[in-house]
Nanobody, 128 residues
C-alpha cells in the first residue's frame, strides 16, 4: 500500500492559480487510480478530480471542470492538481487519495468508498 503526502497549499487571492502535489511512497503507485477531494469547514468531503492509473482518463466535478487539471507522473510517483481561476468557494483542505479499483466513470470516481489510501491534507485558502 502506498502512503501519500500532499504539499503546495497556501493563501491566494481570487483569480490566482495554485498547484498541489501529492508524493507517494511505495512501489505500486502506478497501479493506483488517484484523486483529489476537498473539505470545507462544516461541510462533507467532496470529490474534485481523479485520474486513471495510466493517466489516460480524467474525471472532474462540475464545480471545478474547466478550471482544474489533474495529472500524474508514475516515474516520479506524484500526482498534481493545477487550480486556475480560484474562487473563495474553493477554500478547503485538499486531500490526495488512491484507489486500486478501476474508476470507469465520473460517478464511480466521485465515491469516497472507492479509495483506500488517503493523505493528511493541505489547506487552500482563497481570499476575495
Amino acid at each position: 500500500q502506498v502512503q501519500l503526502v500532499e504539499s503546495g497549499g497556501g493563501l491566494v487571492q481570487a483569480g490566482d492559480s495554485l498547484r498541489l502535489s501529492c508524493a507517494a511512497s511505495g512501489r505500486t503507485f502506478s497501479v493506483y487510480a488517484m484523486a483529489w477531494f476537498r473539505q470545507a469547514p462544516g461541510k462533507e468531503r467532496e470529490f474534485a478530480a481523479a485520474i486513471s492509473w495510466a493517466g489516460g482518463s480524467t474525471y472532474y466535478a462540475d464545480s471545478v471542470k474547466g478550471r482544474f487539471a489533474i495529472s500524474r507522473d508514475n516515474a516520479k510517483n506524484t500526482v498534481s492538481l493545477l487550480m486556475n481561476s480560484l474562487k473563495p468557494e474553493d477554500t478547503a483542505v485538499y486531500f490526495c487519495a488512491g484507489s486500486q479499483s478501476n474508476l470507469g466513470t465520473t460517478q464511480a470516481a466521485m465515491s469516497r468508498r472507492l479509495y483506500d489510501t488517503w493523505g493528511q491534507g493541505t489547506q487552500v485558502t482563497v481570499s476575495s
